[in-house]
């Protein structure tokens, strides 16, 4: 009987394993142009359904693919109790980051919350530096996102409020997810599926309520799949995929690829065009992740200091 029950979720493992011959970098790329690609889809639904209410419905559309993908509670079923308490704290920023870029995006620009969201992995680059090419290519990327970064304190103030708190959640998702990752693309996957279980449950309180009229309009709820789909499903994925084979640190710079991404997709979807500031910022951007040298590259430390864990 155990055999027989280890068969499938090895052959999911085999399955998503055979994506290993893709570099880490494709996965990045993917995850970065969905990750905002999603949230464009989902302001085209801020004028039917609330905010919040299209944040719970993004958590849970995704949360209903795991299910049916992965079977996530199989994870929790066998998970350890520091395993669990590790889903949990991930579910828990999941759902709060969502909702909160979601109430930064109905007052801000895309390109500007996603600006402001990737300072806080700037942050985790910098710790995870060895070289002073890295360090110049940090220094560049930040430049590109001052550039990026057109906020106007006295016009949005809760508006940035709610991105810099979105920021700083995106920061525990980089660390949790990395320990998510740990042990395989496959298995962080089935903890993603769990910890987004976790997501839609969290919101439900605040955006139940608001997502009842998509639950009656066919079109609606296609839509919100749609969004979770691209927002939560094929980012979160990739990021597993990426995270498992990249250091922390060259991850959170490739990060700074975000805000280039936002403008792109924020002028394609939702005709939010971009000056030339901020097209500058891009090519700092863009400059700067071209020039990072990953640690894999960099001479390994002497025997006596030890790189210090994800």
Same mark, same amino acid.
């Given at each position: 009987?155990?055999?027989?029950?280890?068969?499938?979720?090895?052959?999911?493992?085999?399955?998503?394993?055979?994506?290993?011959?893709?570099?880490?970098?494709?996965?990045?790329?993917?995850?970065?142009?969905?990750?905002?690609?999603?949230?464009?889809?989902?302001?085209?639904?801020?004028?039917?359904?609330?905010?919040?209410?299209?944040?719970?419905?993004?958590?849970?559309?995704?949360?209903?693919?795991?299910?049916?993908?992965?079977?996530?509670?199989?994870?929790?079923?066998?998970?350890?109790?520091?395993?669990?308490?590790? /889903?949990?704290? @991930?579910? #828990? *920023? +999941? =759902?709060?980051?969502?909702?909160?870029?979601?109430? !930064?995006?109905?007052?801000?620009? &895309?390109?500007?919350?996603?600006?402001?969201?990737?300072?806080?992995?700037?942050?985790?680059?910098?710790?995870?530096?060895?070289?002073?090419?890295?360090?110049?290519?940090?220094?560049?990327?930040?430049?590109?996102?001052?550039?990026?970064?057109?906020?106007?304190?006295?016009?949005?103030?809760?508006?940035?409020?709610?991105?810099?708190?979105?920021?700083? /959640?995106?920061? @525990?998702? #980089? *660390? +949790? =997810?990395?320990?998510?990752?740990?042990?395989?693309? !496959?298995?962080?996957?089935?903890? &993603?599926?769990?910890?987004?279980?976790?997501?839609?449950?969290?919101?439900?309180?605040?955006?139940?309520?608001?997502?009842?009229?998509?639950?009656?309009?066919?079109?609606?709820?296609?839509?919100?799949?749609?969004?979770?789909?691209?927002?939560?499903?094929?980012?979160?994925?990739?990021?597993?995929?990426?995270?498992?084979?990249?250091?922390?640190?060259?991850?959170?710079?490739?990060?700074?690829? +975000?805000?280039?991404?936002?403008?792109?997709?924020?002028? !394609?979807?939702?005709?939010?065009?971009?000056?030339?500031?901020?097209?500058?910022?891009?090519?700092?951007?863009?400059?700067?992740?071209?020039?990072?040298?990953?640690?894999?590259?960099?001479?390994?430390?002497?025997?006596?200091?030890?790189?210090?864990?994800?």
């Amino acid at each position: 009987m155990r055999s027989g029950g280890e068969a499938q979720p090895r052959a999911r493992t085999k399955a998503v394993a055979s994506g290993g011959r893709l570099p880490p970098s494709t996965y990045f790329v993917t995850s970065a142009v969905f990750h905002y690609l999603g949230p464009a889809f989902a302001v085209l639904l801020f004028a039917r359904i609330d905010v919040l209410g299209v944040a719970w419905l993004r958590c849970a559309s995704a949360a209903l693919v795991f299910a049916l993908w992965r079977r996530p509670w199989r994870v929790w079923a066998r998970s350890s109790g520091r395993r669990r308490r590790l /889903l949990l704290a @991930l579910g #828990v *920023v +999941l =759902g709060l980051m969502n909702s909160s870029f979601y109430l !930064a995006l109905e007052r801000l620009p &895309l390109g500007t919350v996603g600006a402001i969201e990737f300072l806080g992995p700037v942050l985790l680059a910098a710790l995870g530096l060895r070289t002073a090419r890295n360090a110049c290519a940090l220094f560049i990327a930040v430049g590109g996102v001052w550039l990026l970064t057109d906020v106007h304190l006295a016009a949005e103030p809760l508006g940035l409020a709610f991105a810099f708190g979105n920021c700083a /959640l995106f920061v @525990l998702y #980089v *660390v +949790l =997810g990395h320990r998510l990752a740990a042990d395989g693309g !496959a298995s962080g996957i089935d903890r &993603l599926g769990a910890a987004m279980l976790v997501a839609m449950a969290v919101v439900a309180p605040v955006g139940i309520g608001d997502a009842a009229e998509a639950l009656t309009s066919p079109v609606l709820l296609v839509s919100a799949f749609g969004v979770g789909i691209c927002s939560s499903v094929i980012p979160y994925v990739c990021d597993q995929l990426a995270m498992a084979r990249l250091p922390r640190a060259t991850f959170a710079l490739m990060l700074s690829l +975000l805000p280039a991404t936002a403008v792109a997709v924020g002028f !394609a979807v939702l005709a939010q065009t971009p000056t030339w500031l901020e097209l500058a910022g891009v090519a700092l951007v863009v400059a700067g992740v071209a020039i990072h040298q990953e640690r894999s590259a960099v001479p390994p430390p002497s025997q006596g200091s030890q790189p210090s864990p994800p």
